[in-house]
């Protein structure tokens, strides 16, 4: 059963947080927290190379998933809000454990993290909730599944149900390939993840991604943003976790984002509650923008990687308190979250190999920058026992700017790469080719 704590008359004091993540967004997250007004220590675990340069931020060494550990330290430093930003342990129920000891947690547990952790669940709560979206088959067996290819004759979309790491989606192209993916998926390709699949029509349009902070009741929309998760210039290339974002994606104005609101957030959280889920962290829904309207291509239970990082600098001095009556199910009591006007790039470095299979352990050359309008937030990386930078996972660094154009923008994140170096270093140059003219 969900604990929930009585709802308070007023927001407590905020000075202490905890960011569970180590990833470029939970670095933008910290950095984003730490400039709010009050908040004087936050702690990132298990973070990376770069986050005992923030300043303010302390790093700690305790797994994402050990919620003991977690606890302990929040008893210890006398946490006041713990942000949680992956998936695993959302859907691990890490968040569930936190709120039963009592703490204030950004997340939802279990039962809402499912948004993301099962697509058939996620689908079945669309279908309840009248949200647009693709139609489906959910399908747990390998006769079942090419039963509903041959009955329609035509190329489908490919789900594995359960976490793949972003990877577990084919857009096949014809009704073979939807086949041959199909038999993948049961002959063990994704793991447990792909035991269930679900199949799904393939929809037409751009993409953009939406972001709801969530109360249980109530919601706070973040600026929409466009992620690039192809690998290559001219978004060719196997998919990623995202090679490069802008926000405020103007794919979206703010007709549109009311739209989106009215049509899948609000409902989503209705038919959240509806089962008896009281959902108090971000859903991120990835939508695509159709000819009959926005369609849910996905839900996540977290922010975008790397949205958040383009985003979090667009927030106002209010985040912190949003984020913890998020996590108290009193938003109403929250001042209004100022979003700043002005256009926000970034870009990402990926390791030599990646997505595939990313070197590690290369050094990574940084030049200092004191531009107040760009920041540059670490994701794998790592700091040796000498104090040296080096890469330790797939996507390196993310490099973000701001200005009162995209174009500006860019070139102000790009200026900045070009002091970055490490073997192997590998970056798109036409991020946000949507919105640049130059
Ligand atoms: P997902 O992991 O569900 O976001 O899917 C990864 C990518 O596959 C999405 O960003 C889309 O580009 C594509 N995709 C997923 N579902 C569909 C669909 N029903 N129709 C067309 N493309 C899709
Ligand atoms: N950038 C896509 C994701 O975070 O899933």
Not at 117 to 135: F, H, N, R, V
Not at 198 to 210: A, D, F, I, K, N
Not at 331 to 355: K, R
Not at 394 to 403: K, N, S
Request: proline share 6%.
């Amino acid at each position: 059963m969900a604990h929930s704590s009585p709802r308070p008359q007023s927001l407590p004091p905020l000075h202490r947080l905890l960011v569970v993540g180590g990833g470029g967004r939970e670095q933008a997250l910290a950095w984003a927290l730490r400039r709010c007004p009050g908040v004087n220590e936050v702690w990132v675990t298990p973070g990376n190379g770069g986050t005992l340069d923030l300043e303010g931020c302390r790093a700690l060494g305790i797994s994402e998933l050990d919620a003991d550990g977690l606890i302990a330290h929040c008893r210890d430093h006398a946490i006041d809000l713990v942000v949680i930003g992956p998936e695993a342990p959302l859907a691990a129920g890490v968040a569930d454990r936190l709120r039963e000891a009592g703490l204030a947690v950004f997340g939802p547990g279990a039962d809402g993290a499912q948004l993301e952790a099962s697509k058939a669940w996620a689908k079945q709560l669309m279908q309840e909730g009248g949200i647009p979206t693709a139609g489906h088959w959910a399908v747990s067996e390998l006769p079942e599944a090419l039963a509903v290819l041959d009955r329609l004759q035509r190329p489908l979309v490919v789900k594995a149900d359960g976490l793949a790491a972003g990877k577990g989606v084919t857009v096949a192209e014809t009704i073979e390939a939807t086949a041959a993916a199909i038999q993948e998926a049961f002959a063990g390709r994704f793991g447990s993840a792909g035991e269930r699949l679900v199949l799904e029509e393939r929809l037409q349009g751009p993409e953009v991604s939406v972001f709801a902070l969530c109360d249980g009741e109530r919601m706070v929309l973040l600026p929409p943003a466009q992620d690039h998760k192809r690998l290559l210039e001219g978004d060719r290339g196997p998919n990623t976790g995202g090679m490069g974002a802008y926000a405020p994606a103007p794919l979206l104005d703010a007709a549109g984002l009311e739209q989106v609101r009215a049509q899948v957030l609000t409902p989503t959280l209705r038919a959240l509650r509806n089962r008896g889920i009281q959902y108090r962290g971000v859903i991120y829904a990835g939508l695509m923008l159709t000819a009959t309207g926005p369609q849910v291509i996905e839900f996540n239970c977290r922010f975008g990687d790397p949205e958040c990082q383009t985003l979090m600098p667009l927030m106002g001095p209010e985040l912190a308190q949003v984020l913890q009556a998020c996590a108290l199910g009193c938003l109403d009591l929250a001042p209004a979250l100022t979003i700043t006007e002005a256009c926000s790039a970034c870009v990402v470095t990926a390791a030599e190999g990646y997505p595939d299979a990313p070197k590690k352990g290369d050094v990574v050359l940084l030049a200092p920058d004191d531009d107040p309008q760009r920041q540059l937030f670490h994701a794998g990386t790592r700091r040796d026992q000498d104090g040296r930078l080096l890469t330790s996972g797939g996507r390196v660094l993310t490099q973000v700017a701001q200005a009162d154009t995209f174009d500006q923008a860019f070139a102000r994140a790009y200026q900045a790469l070009e002091t970055v170096d490490y073997r192997g270093m590998q970056y798109r140059r036409d991020i946000g080719h949507q919105v640049r003219r130059s």
